[in-house]
RNA sequence: GGCCCUAUGGUCAAGCGGCUAAGACGCCGCCCUCUCACGGCGGAAUCAGGAGUUCGAUCCUCCUUAGGGUCACCA
């Protein structure tokens, strides 16, 4: 078994987004596998036919392949083991299930549904208790009664009354439950398709799964599992759960802490790679080492089981928040110009601006790229003025002073032939100088002039260049007016 | 409620019987600076509680407490 090639699956049901759990679960499966140079498998779980969502499976490719999660064998790509997608594999399961039936070890149901169902679910009184196995010991008379009169059933499997089932997970240690706690539980369901449970036991067999990846919420019902592979005398998957990933009020991570699905994440402009290495350590770290940055490539080689921790980890967007500001620091100033194009187009429309010169003071000032708007809104329309603007005290700024510079300034930049950084900056800190005002006084009155804010990303200049002089001076010279006029 | 799991700063966490208990995020302060950032430096802040075991417990055991998970013809 030592010597056997991993190989671990991811095995999401298509349920139309890609949750951040799932996500997570994913690349350790990935890593796992990739960090013993195993096989990293895809496999579609739709065995509830009443949960399809069109076009769910597209949005799962799409998410493992921007994170760059490749899997060996997958339903778009085929492999060894195709079908890898539940419902292609119907002929899969019944058998299995009917040769448990023939051995002694499973049996026909033909309770209802709402008996079953509405036995379990919760009680008002809080009394929970499971299926009360009424055909647990149906005579083959009865049963075949009950077969021709067309009656649906399921099959149940016969779990054993007494003792115990234990299993040692890779993360948590030694497992056991009581076999009295577990119930008989639905292999086939009455529409013919298998339950995820038995589906998943068996498709893991069937794929050589060694490595079963996923969250601990599967934990307690991993006995029962291990009992269906017992039944079968197949080989049991070594476990490795992971620990659940909540909100920040401590609860199951879901919608109400915002955006949870790495669709939605993505929206808000976070890059896969920093979400990636966030969530690769929710849950996991890599000991000795104090180093966060990780590629998914370094991630393969630094990878172990080891170091999974078992306490639940809260999803916080402000490290999120760090993460993603680091990939964008990092970026060629040519790739972080390509990344923001989209928000900062939209911003200037058809205005002519200067990309490269925006992405400058924009790349080691942004935290997620859907926040450029607003950064950047005053470049299409400057905010209203108000006179608090040309009250600042560090600099000395009054909006007698402002008047002064702005006359000053408007006069001197409409002569200004050349609008570039190395002449406006020249020229400002000469005038400071002459007129003997300091240089943070004169850009303290020009920055609320041409944005109406007291604080802009970049300083006057940047603002003056990307600007242009027709617009700069239009709004020097409105600002002037608002002063002369307020003051 | 039964069963299962978890417990180091606000958060992620290192630690794996002997340490002034790492590091990161966030927060605060200082420096840099035309604002804000970036960057640099510094600071506050943690072993849930109680019994054991041991020469010695953050670390091992038990109990308590607090969280979480699970009890479907959902995955």
């Known amino acids: ?48 036919q009443e949960r399809v969502v069109e076009g769910a499976v597209e949005i799962i490719y799409r998410t493992l392949k921007s994170c760059g999660l490749t899997y060996d064998e997958g339903p778009d790509i085929g492999g060894p083991h195709a079908p890898y997608i539940q419902s292609e594999r119907r002929q899969h399961y019944l058998h299995h299930a009917e040769r448990l039936v023939e051995e002694g070890k499973a049996y026909y149901c033909f309770c209802s549904k709402d008996k079953s169902v509405l036995n379990s679910v919760d009680d008002p009184a809080d009394n929970f208790h499971s299926y009360d196995r009424s055909c647990r010991n149906l005579s083959a008379a009865e049963i075949a009664a ?27 240690g030694e497992i056991a439950v009581e076999n009295k706690e577990l119930e008989d539980q639905v292999l086939i369901k009455s529409d013919g398709f298998p339950t995820y449970n038995f589906a998943n036991v068996v498709d893991d067999h069937e ?60 929206k808000l402009g976070y890059l896969p790679e920093a979400i990636v290495n ?39 967007y402000a490290k999120l928040d760090w993460f993603n500001e680091q990939y964008l620091r990092v970026l060629s100033p040519d790739e972080f ?28 000032r942004t935290t997620k790229l859907s926040d450029i708007p607003d950064m950047i809104a005053f470049f299409r329309q400057a905010d209203p003025l108000h006179i608090e603007l040309y009250m600042q005290k560090r600099s000395k700024l009054n909006p007698e002073a402002g008047v002064e510079i702005l006359t000053d300034l408007i006069a001197a930049l409409t002569n200004l032939s050349d609008w570039t950084e190395n002449s406006i900056k020249d020229y400002l800190n000469a005038y400071a100088e002459d007129s003997g ?33 027709e617009e700069s001076l239009k709004r020097l010279t409105a600002a002037l007016h608002f002063l002369q006029q307020t003051a």
Request: no cysteine; glycine share 8%; charged share 20%.
């Open 146 to 172: 009950h077969l021709s009169n067309g009656e649906s059933y399921v099959i149940r499997q016969k779990m054993p009354l007494t003792g115990t089932t234990k299993f040692v997970d890779e993360v948590f």
């Open 278 to 316: 966030y969530i690769a350590f929710l849950g996991w770290a890599p000991g000795g080492d104090t180093r966060e940055i990780f590629s998914l490539a370094e991630l393969e080689n630094t990878f172990s089981v080891e170091g999974i921790s078992k306490s639940p980890a809260i999803f916080s």
């Open 437 to 469: 005002r300091k240089a943070g006084q004169v850009m303290g009155a020009l920055r609320p002039s041409l944005s109406g804010r007291s604080v802009t990303p970049g300083g006057a200049i940047e603002m003056l260049i990307i600007l242009g002089k």
């Open 337 to 364: 110009v390509e990344m923001i194009k989209p928000y900062t187009d939209d911003v200037f429309i058809d205005k002519v601006y200067d990309p490269a010169l925006l992405a400058r003071i924009l790349q080691t």
């Open 1 to 48: 078994m030592s010597n056997r090639i991993v190989r671990t699956r991811f095995a999401p049901s298509p349920t139309g987004h890609m949750h951040i759990g799932n996500l997570r679960s994913a690349l350790y499966e990935y890593l796992v596998a990739k960090s013993q140079k195993g096989k990293f498998i895809l496999r579609i779980e739709d065995t509830d």
């Open 207 to 266: 794929m050589e799964i060694t490595h079963v990846v996923r969250g601990s919420e599967y934990l307690s019902s991993t006995p029962k599992y291990n009992l269906l592979y017992e039944a079968f005398g197949w080989e049991i998957p070594n476990y490795i759960h992971l620990p659940l990933i909540l909100g920040e009020d401590g609860s199951k991570l879901s919608k109400r802490h915002g955006a949870t699905s790495f669709g939605d994440l993505v």
